[in-house]
């Protein structure tokens, strides 16, 4: 690595630097664009290229081909390889494009059977003309009126939803029939132009500009429609610095091709994802702020959420399952309560059609052509609980090494929707459902490291996500999240980001 020293060159002066170029970092740039200012975006990984991988499942299941050559601890100091994506676009490039809002209620403290949510510091309506905002960007296609939890929407969706193939139309009718409200889950998939490229599932697979609408192919294409925005790739950001006060922001320094470099903004948008964004805070303590940027509260790297989810085959061995794709239908009916006045037990969804390809990067020893058997037999769904806010689990770095001390919470809910789900399976007519938990090698939905909240001492941004500590450094990925609610979460990281960049434009504009 050759070092800053004398090489004045590496250094530049920008309005904003925008680290990360995933759901937050790709939408806030695309929000802030518009201002005229300086932004750079910085972005630690390649862009995701086409190749013959893209839709070979056991290149991308059994291999982990897109996965990263990285090594993640748990507490105990066992390895684990996370699933955790670190191209242009981030995890938007292999997410499964659910782009749902969360439901009014997780804006509001939740009682489940083993603890309750805190809340967030505003209410649906202040987040709701975001949404329809982060919708429009990402050409979100659903349909209203189906699912009677879905909060009020001040604008329609755009596009209808993916269809059913007629297999899962049959499955939404026998849902129905056994008193369930199956809805369209809203998508960003344009599904004619994906199956052009390939006749694959998207949930999970990368996309190459083929139809999926992830934050590259949305939200910095239109960033970078402004020829005030730079993007750099295998350009990842190691250091923040700050005054000798430690207020402000003042550096960021970056390493590229062996080399550092160092840009002096106005204002940083940190967006590295919620695990890399609060390593980012925490690596850069400095002697006004010993235990790291942004954190005085001490909740940098704590509250870490990722729900707790199982994927499940519902198998009805008298029906073929000739689905490519699949993901097309929700079901909430266990997301308020657990349908008998019980606690909230979570959301339901489709995933991606399983293959034998895929079974067999979990079941090492069985011979693909068996489990392939199995998946044409089975319905294939993903069973999703609210994972509640532990200053207990948490990220954190012993020298170097990335620790994930995840605490799961809420298994009550997550067990209790496993439990009804298999009731209602059988009831429509798959009388075999088996069920397997995904782990901490699956970080898909981290949240919650860097906090959003009013209250400077337990808050590390605040509703803005704009950093207590630091006026001029803003977060705007999933780390923000205070609760992880039992949905998706990035059109809400999107619809947050969005409003973080209207919010700071005024000061940045040029
Ligand atoms: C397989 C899969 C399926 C998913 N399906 C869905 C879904 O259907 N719906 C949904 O809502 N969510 C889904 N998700 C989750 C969703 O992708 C994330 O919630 C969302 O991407 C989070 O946005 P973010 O900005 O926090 O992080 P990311 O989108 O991951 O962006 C972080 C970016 O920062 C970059 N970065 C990291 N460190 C640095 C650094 N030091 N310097 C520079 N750049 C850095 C990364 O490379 C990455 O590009 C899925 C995720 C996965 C993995």
């Not at 190749?51 to 299941?61: L, Q």
């Not at 020298?399 to 809420?410: E, K, Q, T, Y």
């Amino acid at each position: 690595m050759r070092g800053l020293a004398g090489a004045m060159n590496n250094e530049k002066d920008v309005d904003v630097v925008v680290i990360g170029s995933g759901m937050g970092g790709a939408t806030f740039a695309a929000g802030l664009a518009p201002s005229g200012a300086r932004i750079v975006i910085l972005e630690r990984g390649e862009r995701l290229i086409d190749s013959p991988e893209t839709r070979d499942p056991r290149a991308i299941f059994q291999r982990g081909f897109f996965r990263p050559r990285e090594t993640w601890y748990d507490a105990a100091g066992a390895p684990f390889n996370p699933g955790n994506y670190y191209y242009v676009g981030g995890n938007t490039k292999l997410y499964g494009a659910v782009l749902i809002r969360y439901r009014a209620q997780d804006f509001r403290p939740v009682q489940y059977a083993e603890g309750a949510t805190p809340g967030w510091p505003f209410d649906y309506e202040e987040l709701e003309p975001w949404y329809g905002r982060a919708e429009a960007l990402y050409q979100a296609r659903g349909r209203l009126g189906d699912d009677p939890t879905e909060p009020r929407h001040s604008t329609p969706y755009a596009f209808p939803p993916v269809p059913d193939e007629p297999a899962i139309a049959a499955v939404r009718e026998r849902l129905k029939r056994v008193g369930l409200h199956p809805f369209s889950l809203p998508l960003g998939v344009d599904i004619d132009k994906w199956l052009v490229r390939g006749k694959t599932p998207w949930d999970a697979y990368p996309n190459t500009d083929s139809g999926k609408m992830d934050a590259e192919t949305c939200a910095l294409k239109a960033a970078l429609a402004h020829e005030n925005v730079t993007l750099l790739t295998a350009a990842r950001a190691a250091r923040l610095e700050t005054d000798g006060a430690g207020k402000k922001i003042v550096g960021v320094l970056y390493e590229k091709n062996g080399e550092t470099f160092r840009l002096r903004p106005r204002a940083v948008a940190l967006a590295a994802g919620a695990v890399n964004s609060a390593l980012l805070l925490l690596a850069s303590a400095n002697g006004a702020m010993p235990d790291g940027l942004a954190n005085r509260s001490g909740q940098v790297g704590r509250h870490f959420m990722n729900h707790n989810s199982s994927a499940a085959l519902a198998v009805d061995p008298f029906a073929i399952n000739d689905s490519i794709y699949q993901k097309t239908i929700g079901l909430n009916d266990f997301y308020l309560d657990d349908g008998r006045g019980g606690p909230p037990l979570g959301n339901v969804q489709l995933l991606g059609k399983i293959s034998g390809a895929i079974l067999k990067s979990q079941l090492r020893r069985a011979p693909e052509r068996m489990l392939d058997i199995l998946a044409r037999r089975a319905v294939d769904f993903y069973f999703m609980s609210e994972d509640l806010p532990s200053p207990e689990s948490r990220v954190r770095l012993d020298g170097s090494r990335v620790v994930l001390d995840w605490r799961p919470s809420n298994m009550a809910a997550q067990n209790g929707l496993i439990a009804r789900m298999r009731e209602m399976l059988k009831a429509a007519g798959f009388p075999i459902v088996l069920v397997k938990p995904f782990d901490r090698r699956t970080p898909s939905h981290q949240c919650g490291t860097i906090r959003m909240g009013s209250d400077p001492a337990r808050a590390a941004v605040d509703p803005h996500c704009r950093a207590f500590d630091h006026p001029n450094l803003c977060v705007v990925d999933a780390g923000v999240l205070p609760t992880s609610a039992s949905v998706n979460p990035a059109l809400t990281v999107a619809a947050l980001a969005l409003r973080a960049a209207e919010h700071i434009r005024a000061e940045i504009s040029t």
